[in-house]
């Protein structure tokens, strides 16, 4: 019976990883994902911890909000992502605003890029859609693209989020997300797959950074009575 049950999971896991691609693939081709502003976290952090012209990849850049932001504040921009809609519509916003990067068409468990090569590095509301073994592996990509000394701003969903206790569970963190409420924002994600972090996962996978600093980002709805919450994990190689 665990046998028969764990294997059920394995391709639940497998299918919805698929699923996952193909719906960024289609959500970067509408409208409503083309967001225009940095979200508000990424700005201070930015001019705060690089210099202009330093290298930065947005990993994850969707449709190239930050991109767009880092390219026209006199950075080195670099965006990378799965979805050949969001690498498309990135070209495509930089083209119109006579803007320069380098987008690459990959995933998060596979930076193309040599080691030592950014000087910073973001990666806003990615690793979320991913499970255990390919945020490991992305985080080990991470380390790896970095300079020494370099700082990365990760943004990604804990437990504390809504989503995490109605969510089908596949592991402890790792999850589909089941929503019925059309007028919650979670529906439009019915039937992802979804990864929560818990700080000490958080803390783990990402020790190998000489640094780790994480806070915690809410905002809550309804008169509180449900809640998007997020770490802000700030890393520094």
Not at 52 to 57: A, G, T
Not at 156 to 180: C, G, M, P, V, W
Request: aromatic share 14%.
């Amino acid at each position: 019976m665990f046998f028969y049950v764990t294997i059920i999971k394995f391709f639940k896991l497998l299918g919805v990883n698929m699923q996952n691609q193909e719906v960024w693939h289609n959500n970067h081709a509408q409208k409503r994902h083309q967001i225009k502003y940095p979200h508000h976290t990424v700005i201070p952090f930015v001019f705060k911890n690089y210099k202009k012209k330093d290298r930065i990849l947005d990993l994850g850049c969707g449709a190239g909000r930050h991109v767009k932001f880092l390219a026209e504040n006199g950075f080195k921009a670099y965006g990378m992502d799965y979805s050949k809609n969001g690498v498309k519509f990135t070209k495509k916003l930089l083209k119109k605003h006579f803007l320069k990067a380098k987008i690459k068409l990959s995933s998060v468990d596979n930076i193309p890029f040599k080691d030592d090569f950014f000087d910073g590095l973001i990666c806003i509301g990615v690793l979320d859609y991913n499970n255990e073994e390919i945020i490991q592996k992305a985080a080990n990509e991470i380390y790896r693209v970095l300079k020494k000394g370099a700082k990365a701003l990760i943004i990604s969903r804990n437990i504390q989020d809504y989503r995490y206790e109605k969510a089908e569970k596949l592991s402890k963190n790792y999850t589909i997300i089941r929503e019925s409420n059309p007028s919650l924002s979670a529906y439009a994600e019915n039937g992802m797959n979804a990864h929560f972090f818990d700080e000490e996962e958080a803390r783990l996978i990402f020790k190998n950074f000489e640094k780790i600093e994480i806070n915690v980002l809410r905002t809550s709805y309804q008169n509180n009575t449900f809640c998007d919450e997020s770490f802000i994990i700030i890393l520094q190689k």
